[in-house]
């Protein structure tokens, strides 16, 4: 008796196909609007953002209609509210990360979850369901740590957020829609081939395009394929390029065949994670930052602000971070030139956070790197890469010259799903990003309605209330 085996493409499909019946466990709906109330405090907070300020010009230029809100501003349609909120929630690398490697998946699929149900008038419970599959297609297809599919990626040059970022907003969007099965495959093959974004963009108005780019074209690729669009629907499959190609003939037939993973990670060095999603969900993982800097440089910022009361005025002669070594591709700029490269600066945030900055957004400005006691200690931090050191873990040892020497280690950074945030620290978080543009009355409307979003008719009223600023 045979067995039969379903693809990956038709595990996707059906998964997302099913939305709609699935009842989710309550810590489960907890962890999404824990992510909304995040997304929504570090999109508004970003508003007026360097790398915000041409997305929503040219969004505008396009004058296009539409019921979705663009936050702090009109409507306009789905796609184009879904680009400029995602980059906006992406614009202060503050937002949320999944800690398999998956990248940002909020900006993405909650940017794209809030446009459609808005323009469509679909209700809060079923947009907070599409948003729960589009992070699970996402952190399943990007997930996996060391070996898995994201941290492969970051190590070859791709951002993960631009990659499988695509693919969990087109799965929102289908859930959305209401795709039949057919045309969810074709969604997620779009999606698929328009897959992209380059690590070298860190530091550069370009991350967080990704992001937003990655919700629009989630979009689009529902919308093609509700209207009849069809693309290839194998491209999440594993393993046609393999390295014994005999002919050219084989080799040109199995570059046909060839879906995302072939592609991008051609020696096949990569351990995909099993899209076993009646078996967990990932969104329980979710992490969240309290620093407004790549989450690569977090463990370290822990350390360095655990010891800033002790240093005082003590001559430094040498600090030595000890990391992950995959933190050396994300954050390991020696010598940032502003204050969005800082971000991805180890040795800078070390410096920051050494000299007392509680290491929120407003703390990344252009003047501190003119600042004559931060500069000083940039040249003087030796990064370490310890391999096997787990990712939410530092150690980092500050030398002075008279011989002595002070030491901080980082177990769990915070915000970690085994040293998470509460809800009370994501409400400080988002008082301080959405009040100096809200006012005190409409941020706390704008946090219990997010708060509470599955059980009231919550959309509208959050649209209100992000129609502009006071």
């Known amino acids: 008796m045979s067995i039969s085996v379903i693809s990956r493409n038709q595990q996707l499909v059906n998964y997302i196909a099913s939305t709609t019946h699935r009842i989710h466990p309550p810590d489960v709906i907890d962890a999404a609007k824990r992510a909304l109330v995040d997304f929504l405090a570090v999109a508004v907070g970003a508003t007026g953002h360097a790398c915000v300020k041409p997305v929503r010009a040219t969004v505008m230029q396009w004058n296009a209609q539409g019921g979705a809100r663009l936050f702090l501003g009109p409507q306009t349609t789905p796609s184009l509210a879904a680009f400029a909120n995602g980059t906006m929630a992406h614009a202060m690398d503050y937002d949320d990360t999944h800690p398999g490697g998956a990248g940002h998946p909020s900006a993405c699929?909650?940017?794209?979850?809030?446009?459609?149900?808005?323009?469509?008038?679909?209700?809060?419970?079923?947009?907070?369901?599409?948003?729960?599959?589009?992070?699970?297609?996402?952190?399943?297809?990007?997930?996996?740590?060391?070996?898995?599919?994201?941290?492969?990626?970051?190590?070859?040059?791709?951002?993960?957020?631009?990659?499988?970022?695509r693919s969990g907003a087109a799965a929102t969007a289908s859930v959305l829609l209401n795709l039949s099965a057919p045309q969810i495959a074709n969604a997620l093959g779009v999606a698929a081939t328009t897959a992209g974004g380059l690590v070298g963009s860190f530091g550069t108005h370009g991350k967080p395009f990704h992001a937003g780019k990655a919700a629009m074209d989630g979009i689009l690729s529902a919308e093609l394929a509700a209207n009849g669009?069809?693309?290839?629907?194998?491209?999440?499959?594993?393993?046609?390029?393999?390295?014994?190609?005999?002919?050219?003939?084989?080799?040109?037939?199995?570059?046909?065949?060839?879906?995302?993973?072939?592609?991008?990670?051609?020696?096949?060095?990569?351990?995909?994670?099993?899209?076993?999603?009646?078996?967990?969900?990932?969104?329980?993982?979710?992490?969240?930052?309290?620093?407004?800097?790549?989450?690569?440089?977090?463990?370290?910022?822990?350390?360095?602000?655990?010891?800033?009361?002790?240093?005082?005025?003590?001559?430094?002669?040498?600090?030595?971070?000890?990391?992950?070594?995959?933190?050396?591709?994300?954050?390991?700029?020696?010598?940032?030139?502003?204050?969005?490269?800082?971000?991805?600066?180890?040795?800078?945030?070390?410096?920051?956070?050494?000299?007392?900055?509680?290491?929120?957004?407003?703390?990344?400005?252009?003047?501190?790197?003119?600042?004559?006691?931060?500069?000083?200690?940039?040249?003087?931090?030796?990064?370490?890469?310890?391999?096997?050191?787990?990712?939410?873990?530092?150690?980092?040892?500050?030398?002075?010259?008279?011989?002595?020497?002070?030491?901080?280690?980082?177990?769990?950074?915070?915000?970690?799903?085994?040293?998470?945030?509460?809800?009370?620290?994501?409400?400080?978080k988002f008082m301080g990003l959405t009040v100096p543009l809200l006012g005190d009355t409409k941020a706390n409307a704008l946090f219990k309605l997010a708060q509470s979003f599955d059980q009231l008719n919550t959309i509208p009223e959050i649209s209100r209330l992000l129609s502009q600023a006071p």
């Not at 909650?110 to 599409?130: N, R, V, Y």
């Not at 060391?146 to 951002?159: A, D, E, I, K």
């Not at 065949?257 to 329980?284: K, N, T, W």
């Not at 931090?381 to 980082?410: I, K, M, N, W």
Request: aromatic share 8%; charged share 20%; hydrophobic share 40%.
């Open 109 to 165: 699929c909650w940017s794209s979850a809030l446009a459609l149900a808005e323009h469509h008038h679909l209700p809060p419970a079923i947009a907070l369901s599409a948003f729960i599959t589009g992070y699970e297609v996402m952190t399943k297809l990007g997930g996996g740590y060391v070996m898995g599919v994201g941290r492969s990626l970051q190590r070859r040059g791709l951002h993960p957020t631009s990659v499988v970022g």
């Open 229 to 428: 669009f069809e693309a290839a629907t194998h491209l999440y499959e594993l393993g046609a390029l393999a390295p014994d190609e005999s002919s050219d003939t084989i080799a040109k037939e199995k570059a046909h065949r060839a879906g995302l993973l072939d592609v991008f990670i051609q020696d096949h060095a990569v351990e995909p994670l099993p899209l076993d999603f009646d078996q967990s969900y990932e969104i329980r993982t979710n992490a969240f930052k309290p620093y407004a800097s790549c989450r690569a440089t977090h463990p370290s910022i822990q350390a360095a602000i655990s010891l800033s009361s002790k240093i005082k005025d003590r001559t430094i002669q040498r600090i030595v971070a000890q990391v992950h070594p995959n933190s050396l591709i994300t954050a390991g700029r020696l010598n940032p030139q502003n204050a969005l490269q800082g971000k991805f600066s180890l040795p800078f945030c070390i410096a920051m956070a050494l000299s007392g900055y509680p290491m929120v957004d407003s703390d990344f400005t252009d003047e501190k790197l003119k600042d004559p006691v931060i500069m000083p200690l940039v040249p003087q931090v030796r990064l370490v890469a310890v391999e096997g050191q787990a990712p939410y873990c530092a150690h980092l040892t500050v030398h002075f010259h008279d011989g002595e020497s002070l030491s901080a280690h980082t177990d769990i950074v915070i915000g970690h799903p085994d040293n998470p945030m509460s809800w009370q620290a994501l409400e400080t």
